[in-house]
């Protein structure tokens, strides 16, 4: 499944991340992924402090948004970084690695994420494509707002024409790595935030108990 959330980032903090992106540096996309020949994009180079205070402006938004958490059951989120791609620029399709490196330990690949900082009318192409299939999903969100989806998925990203694509990914090992499992557990939220209020004590109850029980059984 996937969600597309609205207003992860405030206008202030997609304003102070694009000045961030406007003067930081960026290095070859592949000095993250060099076996990947479909990946030709820019990313921040990390070793600089700004790329780091744009970063650390992504991590606190996603870790108050409640939707991402109900959606994701998040145990660890890698740092976001802030990606750039310019015309003739893409990463073609791919599925995620499984595990990134990060300290203490390798964090388990479970959700991906992407949070968009351009103004999708400044460029052409660059739309996140999901493969379904014989179809695909294709996404190119409104800045500050953010799709998150299984990392297992093969995805791209296509080619930018015109413009830059601005926008920050990142990767999150979740308390529940089935995403059918994740899945069953979000709907289920959904319909006890909805109609929770117009059942009778034991009916909701009775939700409650499912909910806390399943994921009893599937947390790891």
Do not use: C
Not at 152 to 171: D, K, L, N, Q, W
Not at 202 to 211: A, D, E, F, K, L
């Amino acid at each position: 499944m996937f969600l597309m959330l609205k207003d992860v980032l405030s206008p202030a903090e997609v304003a102070q991340i694009r000045d961030i992106a406007g003067r930081v540096r960026f290095v070859d996309g592949r000095v993250s992924n060099p076996h990947n020949t479909t990946k030709n994009n820019l990313q921040a180079d990390i070793t600089q402090p700004e790329a780091n205070r744009a970063s650390q402006i992504a991590a606190a938004a996603i870790a108050r948004s409640a939707e991402f958490k109900d959606f994701a059951f998040p145990k660890r989120v890698a740092p976001p970084l802030l990606s750039r791609y310019e015309p003739g620029m893409t990463y073609g399709p791919h599925t995620d690695a499984p595990t990134m490196p990060m300290v203490p330990a390798p964090l388990r690949a479970d959700v991906s994420a992407t949070l968009f900082i351009a103004e999708p009318s400044s460029y052409d192409g660059g739309e996140l494509a999901i493969h379904l299939g014989t179809e695909q999903l294709t996404a190119k969100g409104e800045p500050g707002s953010m799709i998150v989806y299984p990392s297992s998925t093969i995805h791209e990203v296509m080619p930018v024409t015109r413009g830059a694509r601005v926008a920050m990914f990142t990767f999150i090992e979740s308390t529940i790595p089935n995403p059918a499992h994740r899945d069953l557990l979000y709907q289920l939220g959904e319909v006890h935030a909805l109609e929770g209020l117009k059942m009778d004590w034991q009916s909701r109850t009775r939700i409650q108990h499912v909910m806390a029980n399943l994921q009893r059984m599937w947390t790891v």
